[in-house]
Nanobody
Framework: QVQLQESCPGLVKPSQTLSLTCTVSGGSITTDYYYWSWIRQAPGKGLEWIGYITYSGSTNYSPSLQSRMSISRDTSKNQFTLHLRDVTPADTGSYYC?????????????????WGQGTQVTVSS
């Protein structure tokens, strides 16, 4: 059973960089064909896919966020990390890491094999 656990940054000030790490157990982030995604949900809104890093280290980001984000990984620790720069209160929400075999399906935002429990991020001065 694959388990994912997000780190807990809590409160982040505007203009700072948000860094969230997903630690994976029960499976490897280099397992063929698995895509490791970040997803968020702002208060009162639906799920928003942020981006992913693949089993081979390739990345793909949401067009609306790609100018200020990156996703990296540490295979020795079986972790992948989201970096989101210049955060604003609009980045407040619950952040989830998730994985599935194959790329995310935009029309099926819940279609992941495994999810982390989520972590709350609040951007406020």
């Amino acid at each position: 059973q694959v388990q994912l656990q997000e780190s807990c940054p809590g409160l982040v000030k505007p203009s700072q960089t948000l860094s969230l790490t997903c630690t994976v157990s029960g499976g490897s982030i280099t397992t063929d064909y698995y895509y490791w995604s970040w997803i968020r949900q702002a208060p009162g809104k639906g799920l928003e896919w942020i981006g992913y890093i693949t089993y081979s280290g390739s990345t793909n980001y949401s067009p609306s966020l790609q100018s200020r984000m990156s996703i990296s990984r540490d295979t020795s620790k079986n972790q992948f990390t989201l970096h989101l720069r210049d955060v604003t209160p609009a980045d407040t929400g619950s952040y989830y890491c998730a994985t599935r075999n194959g790329p995310p399906i935009p029309t099926a935002p819940l279609n992941y094999d495994y999810w982390g429990q989520g972590t709350q991020v609040t951007v406020s001065s």
